[in-house]
DNA sequence: GCGCGTTGCTACAGATATTGTAGCGTCATG
DNA sequence: CATGACGCTACAATATCTGTAGCAACGCGC
């Protein structure tokens, strides 16, 4: 299979329009819920309310449109009986992720938080 | 003196009310142009009006917006002469970041964007 | 086969956030 | 003084998000 055509379907990923790859996701993750659930699906599948349920709540509408998006990106994919999980690519990503946690800890200790 | 001056001063960050460091930070790096000003400062010191430029001229509203948020994040900083640039926190969050840019290769061959 | 609970997902109105255009006051240079 | 760049703001038009409610489909116990 050289081309998978069920990703990426329209309008892609704002910022993409400069062709470099690194904007097209910047943009997608500078949405709201969805660094947060790339996080929260980090160590294992979880159903679409258990999701809603770790991501404080967010409204089912907003959540739908997130999977949905990185469903289109290859991130995450719907496992039949076990809800949503990372694809091998999201896997990779949740890697290039893990910095942040380390980062995080050291941030909240300037500031004053 | 509209408003808010003192650093993180009303509800801080969305999602901090967990107390764990990683979600405010996810809810603070979820917002639009946030990943990107961090990026595009990368290099160093940019003038706000160069900073639009390079975010795909972004309303001047978010931006400013987004950069008093960064600065009472500890993250930015207003560099007389130099405009904005990344603190030492920010240069920290910063490398923390550069993982994405070799995910973002992978990303791109993957999904026919 | 009939409730019952859970799944993924959608409608819709009200609240927020973002965009786009215009413009302010300040400072430096000519 | 004029010009231009700076950081920053006002404000109306959009786009996006929230919160509540509810759908059809699936499995399970009975």
């Not at 990703?7 to 062709?19: F, I, N």
């Not at 991130?75 to 949503?84: Q, R, S, V």
């Not at 694809?87 to 300037?110: C, N, Y």
């Amino acid at each position: 299979m050289p081309k998978q055509a069920p990703a990426m379907k329209k309008r892609a990923v704002r910022g993409s329009r400069t062709g470099r790859p690194i904007m097209a996701l910047l943009d997608l993750l500078g949405r709201r819920w969805t660094l947060r659930i790339l996080w929260e699906l980090r160590e294992g599948p979880l159903t679409s309310r258990a999701l809603r349920t770790a991501c404080d709540e967010a409204s089912p509408t907003v959540m739908q449109t997130r999977l949905t998006e990185l469903r289109d990106a290859g991130l995450i994919e719907l496992l039949p009986g076990d809800g949503y999980g990372l694809t091998a690519l999201g896997r990779d990503l949740k890697e290039s992720l893990l910095p942040l946690h380390r980062f995080a800890e050291r941030w909240s200790k300037q500031t004053t938080n």
